[in-house]
């Protein structure tokens, strides 16, 4: 460990030294190795390739996947990187070698991955969700904070200009105190039935690896590769999909964290698959000057009827609306409008305040580098998660819960418990 931490301050060092250097005119001067930070990327596939590819400036020292055929193109582009796939063994054998871990699986494995990651000295980026469920965030950005790493969570669109600029609109008070707020998304998928008898497991897939912590079971192809998203023991649907993408502008914008009461309603509870239509109502408290909120999540049905009335204009098929007591901000992710449209029409926006992001994955990369800040660190981002995860449990639990975030409680609702917390199978723990 104490080598790890030598190498943490070299690459500090050299990083502001490089700095230095580019400051005395030296710009064409080459970049010592140690700028560079060797990664380990667990989940090259799929979207990790996106994330993969975002980080390919810095030296990737390992891969780890549990499906050869998924990693086979990483595999190729990172021939020099060692290969697992097992993270634990990839995490014990390679410890003073692995900077940072970039973590791009399925929603249940995130957490038992992060946790280790964190643990032993790693910075940590990892995709959206940051967990399966409520607890697991909380003790993921605990964990973060205890060893003092450097995290980020993969919603990159908190990245982009857009974000920015709607959030310095509703906090100049363009449209005075929200009070309510909706945001929606436009189509939401299931998973449907398991197609019926066992399949073999596919030679390129360590099928018990994959599994993680979650029960044991035969496998499926409803599963693996993508479906995964809409069963109930591996993933999180639609709200943990893009829940966590479109919810985190009204959550920087406002200042939100933990919710007071969560409320949620769909479909019949389907004990294995996560819904296809949802509606969530959290109720959160003021915030010191700002007024206590109200928020809603629609999904399956673009922008719904209640939003349409309230003036939004046809176009918007996902998106985030703020309801001010001075006027209304719709957005999505590259767009803003404020409304009613005649009311603004002469209005001039702020000057901006937040400045652009030098890009999402780079964030992290350099703030690894430098112990600078990152926007969708664990902390922030933990919560979100949470209040996302949240709905969810309110959904199947078909009751509005009390929430209790010191003690992550449902107060009045002790059925919720075990959905709040994870239940691994024997061998597996955080």
């Not at 479109?246 to 019949?268: C, H, K, N, Q, S």
């Not at 005649?342 to 652009?356: M, N, S, V």
């Not at 309110?394 to 059925?415: M, Q």
């Amino acid at each position: 460990m104490a080598q790890r931490l030598n190498r943490r301050q070299l690459l500090r060092n050299s990083t502001f030294a490089g700095i230095g250097l580019w400051l005395a005119g030296n710009a064409g001067a080459s970049a010592s190795p140690h700028e560079r930070l060797n990664i380990a990327m667990i989940g090259p596939g799929g979207r990790g390739a996106e994330n993969l590819a975002a980080i390919s400036h810095e030296n990737i020292v390992a891969i780890c996947d549990v499906d050869d055929q998924r990693a086979g193109k990483a595999y190729e582009q990172f021939p020099k990187a060692r290969k697992f796939h097992d993270y634990r063994k990839m995490l014990d054998e390679m410890d003073r070698q692995i900077d940072a871990v970039l973590v791009s699986t399925p929603d249940h494995t995130h957490a038992v991955i992060t946790i280790r990651a964190l643990a032993m000295g790693k910075h940590v980026y990892c995709e959206k969700p940051l967990t399966h469920n409520v607890s697991e965030a909380r003790i993921v950005a605990q964990t973060a904070a205890k060893h003092k790493a450097v995290t980020q969570m993969g919603t990159q669109i908190h990245a982009g200009k857009n974000y920015r600029r709607c959030v310095e609109l509703v906090r100049s008070g363009a449209i005075g105190p929200v009070r309510e707020c909706h945001v929606w998304i436009g189509g939401a998928r299931t998973a449907g039935e398991r197609t019926p008898g066992n399949l073999p497991v596919p030679d390129h897939l360590k099928w018990d690896l994959w599994l993680g912590p979650a029960r044991e079971r035969p496998y499926s192809a409803d599963y693996v590769p993508y479906k995964w998203r809409f069963w109930w023991d591996f993933g999180t649907g639609e709200a943990g999909n893009f829940g966590c993408h479109y919810i985190d502008l009204p959550f920087w914008a406002l200042d939100l964290r933990y919710p007071l009461t969560v409320e949620a309603e769909g479909p019949p509870v389907h004990p294995e698959n996560t819904p296809k239509p949802l509606v969530v109502r959290w109720e959160f408290p003021a915030r010191g000057e700002q007024p206590p909120v109200k928020m809603t999540w629609h999904q399956d049905q673009g922008c719904p009827a209640t939003v349409k009335e309230k003036g939004v204009p046809a176009g918007w098929q996902s998106g985030v609306l703020f309801m001010g007591d001075k006027g209304m901000l719709v957005a999505d992710y590259s767009r803003r409008q404020l409304l009613p449209e005649p009311q603004f029409a002469d209005f001039k926006a702020p000057e901006p305040t937040i400045l652009d992001s030098i890009g999402h994955h780079k964030e992290w990369t350099e703030a690894c580098k430098t112990g600078g800040p990152t926007t969708c660190n664990f902390d922030y981002s933990g919560a979100l998660t949470e209040t996302v995860l949240l709905g969810n449990v309110a959904f199947r639990t078909g009751t509005k819960i009390e929430w209790d975030p010191v003690n992550l409680k449902a107060t009045n609702c002790p059925e919720a418990e075990r959905f709040i917390r994870e239940h691994y199978r024997e061998g597996w723990s955080l």
